[in-house]
């Protein structure tokens, strides 16, 4: 397999640690809310929701500051992968028992994104991030052009995600209005 320009997996690193400590710091602010998302979820006994509730966000927490340093981006990589295999496997599980109209869980400024295989498919494309930060790179320096490329090029990326994202949350909507 051909390796990587060295810009790449630092923009995937980083986009994945802006979602990862994004979504952390959205579940932090509303724990309760969250805790009541992952029992809609009933793949746990309902007294378990809280601590995985809190496990969950510990994890995604870690993830995501485990993927900014070099030294630690690979456990920040499996980890994340981790964290997206389980939380997908949830969805999955629900969309195939037929249950959509539950919130995600994720979080985000508006909440009340129901599940879909369009999360599914999004976090799909995470996992796909999470490996390509953890590529192997083309052996070149690095100069300060690349530093300004790793900036745009994550936030160019993270405006994809949360474009995806509010397109997803605002499904529901535009199916009402359709009638």
């Known amino acids: 397999?051909?390796?990587?320009?060295?810009?790449?997996?630092?923009?995937?690193?980083?986009?994945?640690?802006?979602?990862?400590?994004?979504?952390?710091?959205?579940?932090?602010?509303?724990?309760?809310?969250?805790?009541?998302?992952?029992?809609?979820?009933?793949?746990?006994?309902?007294?378990?929701?809280?601590?995985?509730?809190?496990?969950?966000?510990?994890?995604?927490?870690?993830?995501?500051?485990?993927?900014?340093p070099l030294a630690t981006r690979a456990l920040g990589a499996v980890l994340a992968l981790a964290v997206l295999a389980a939380v997908t496997l949830a969805v999955a599980v629900n969309l195939l028992r037929g249950r959509r109209a539950i919130d995600c869980g994720c979080g985000g400024p508006e909440g009340g994104q129901h599940l879909s295989w369009g999360l599914v498919l999004r976090n799909g494309m995470l996992c796909l991030a999470a490996a390509l930060s953890r590529a192997a790179e083309a052996p070149r320096e690095l100069v300060w052009l690349d530093g300004l490329t790793v900036v745009a090029g994550t936030l160019a990326l993270y405006g994809l995600y949360a474009a995806a994202n509010q397109l997803m949350a605002n499904r529901p909507r535009l199916l009402k209005l359709r009638g």
């Open 1 to 68: 397999m051909n390796a990587l320009d060295p810009t790449l997996p630092h923009m995937f690193a980083a986009l994945l640690a802006i979602v990862f400590l994004g979504g952390a710091w959205q579940k932090l602010r509303d724990m309760d809310g969250f805790a009541m998302a992952v029992e809609q979820y009933r793949l746990l006994p309902a007294s378990w929701a809280p601590p995985a509730a809190w496990a969950l966000l510990l994890a995604e927490a870690c993830a995501g500051l485990l993927l900014l």
